[in-house]
């Protein structure tokens, strides 16, 4: 299957949806901006810092753009960047507010902008602690938090896609704030869930195994180390991050219409306890 093969559109319900993707220049956030709009769907993509560290994936998301629009050239897609610190809760409101504003409304919200800091727990900063917790749990509940005012105000369903971690249930020494972020993060899925669930608005996770993306740089550029994180993967291999895209398509989509406060674990069955694939316990 050629690259463009996979970028065709397989959700229809997706079409014209607008969707914000926090976290969106790089990793899982990137393949998610590009997977939604090859979907057909409006996309706003957050970042942080600098205009041009959204350039990459603007380009990469007008190229899907515009093979859709190949494919149906009656239809004008849209897709825009917006700067925002999920930490900072004006930012937040200023930047789902933009979204709004810009593309005419807000259907789908991914929360995706996460960050970790490795360090042994005994020398763990609390500010480090707390700003890991502010960018991946309270930046997540700010952004799904302006998403809900948004979906009541106008009244109309709408989705919000956490990306968690298997972390959020697999303990990770010397990443204490990342596993507690990711922890509180399958509570704030739940909770929302089922606080909203007979209001038309739909809240689920997806919880990424091994994954190739920049933040994992540390053991993807180390051929040993990498090697090692396969060896502990039952699938023998670690996930791409358009394999992690391609599952918030479907958690997004109407074919995903029944299911909320679930995360879905996208790990090659990392979740599966591996080391009991040969039994050395009962037998």
Same mark, same amino acid.
């Given at each position: 299957m050629?690259k463009?093969?996979?970028?065709?559109?397989?959700?229809k319900s997706?079409?014209n949806?607008?969707v914000?993707?926090?976290?969106g220049?790089?990793g899982i956030g990137?393949?998610?901006?590009v997977r939604?709009a090859?979907?057909g769907?409006?996309?706003?993509?957050?970042?942080?810092?600098?205009p041009?560290?959204?350039?990459q994936?603007d380009?990469m998301v007008? &190229?899907?753009?515009?093979e859709?629009l190949?494919?149906t050239?009656?239809?004008?897609?849209?897709?825009?960047t917006?700067?925002g610190?999920v930490?900072?809760?004006? &930012?937040?409101?200023?930047?789902?507010a933009?979204?709004v504003a810009?593309l005419g409304?807000l259907?789908?919200l991914i929360?995706?902008a996460?960050i970790q800091?490795?360090?042994p727990?005994?020398d763990l900063?609390?500010?480090?602690f707390?700003?890991?917790?502010a960018?991946n749990?309270r930046?997540?509940?700010?952004?799904?938090?302006?998403?809900?005012?948004h979906f009541l105000?106008?009244?109309?369903?709408?989705c919000?896609?956490n990306?968690?971690s298997?972390?959020?249930i697999?303990?990770?020494p010397?990443y204490l704030?990342?596993?507690v972020?990711?922890?509180?993060?399958?509570?704030?899925t739940?909770t929302?869930?089922?606080?909203?669930?007979g209001?038309?608005?739909?809240?689920?996770?997806?919880g990424?195994?091994a994954?190739?993306t920049?933040?994992?740089?540390?053991?993807?550029d180390?051929?040993?180390?990498?090697?090692?994180?396969a060896?502990?993967?039952p699938?023998g291999?670690?996930?791409t991050?358009e394999e992690?895209?391609g599952v918030?398509?479907w958690l997004?989509?109407?074919q995903a219409a029944?299911?909320?406060g679930?995360?879905?674990?996208?790990d090659g069955?990392?979740t599966?306890?591996p080391?009991?694939?040969?039994?050395w316990?009962?037998?």
């Amino acid at each position: 299957m050629t690259k463009k093969d996979t970028n065709m559109p397989i959700f229809k319900s997706l079409y014209n949806k607008k969707v914000l993707v926090t976290g969106g220049t790089s990793g899982i956030g990137q393949s998610t901006a590009v997977r939604f709009a090859s979907e057909g769907a409006h996309v706003a993509i957050n970042y942080i810092g600098a205009p041009d560290s959204a350039d990459q994936t603007d380009e990469m998301v007008h &190229q899907a753009i515009e093979e859709k629009l190949h494919e149906t050239p009656e239809y004008g897609i849209d897709h825009i960047t917006v700067r925002g610190d999920v930490t900072n809760e004006g &930012q937040v409101e200023a930047m789902v507010a933009d979204t709004v504003a810009r593309l005419g409304g807000l259907d789908i919200l991914i929360n995706n902008a996460g960050i970790q800091i490795s360090q042994p727990s005994e020398d763990l900063s609390s500010d480090d602690f707390d700003r890991v917790l502010a960018v991946n749990l309270r930046g997540a509940f700010l952004c799904a938090r302006e998403a809900i005012r948004h979906f009541l105000d106008v009244g109309q369903p709408g989705c919000i896609i956490n990306i968690s971690s298997v972390h959020q249930i697999i303990p990770k020494p010397k990443y204490l704030g990342y596993s507690v972020s990711k922890g509180g993060m399958q509570n704030l899925t739940r909770t929302l869930a089922l606080e909203y669930a007979g209001r038309g608005i739909r809240v689920n996770g997806i919880g990424p195994g091994a994954t190739i993306t920049p933040i994992n740089s540390a053991w993807i550029d180390d051929p040993e180390k990498r090697q090692m994180v396969a060896d502990h993967i039952p699938m023998g291999r670690a996930g791409t991050s358009e394999e992690m895209a391609g599952v918030a398509a479907w958690l997004a989509s109407d074919q995903a219409a029944y299911i909320t406060g679930q995360t879905i674990f996208v790990d090659g069955g990392l979740t599966l306890y591996p080391d009991f694939r040969t039994a050395w316990s009962s037998e």
